[in-house]
């Protein structure tokens, strides 16, 4: 019975430390995706003008 507790409470500490990379990442990502749009959209506006 001891054993089987010792292995529930591994399982949930690995848990804890998937989701902070995982939302690490995502924001990552967003930054970029944001930063790519406004470059080509500035391009359009000089040649309007």
Known sequence: SSTTTTSETTTSTPSSTSTAVTLSTTTASE?????????????????TT
């Open 31 to 47: 930054t970029t995706t944001s930063t790519t749009p406004s470059t080509p959209s500035t391009a359009t506006l000089s040649t």
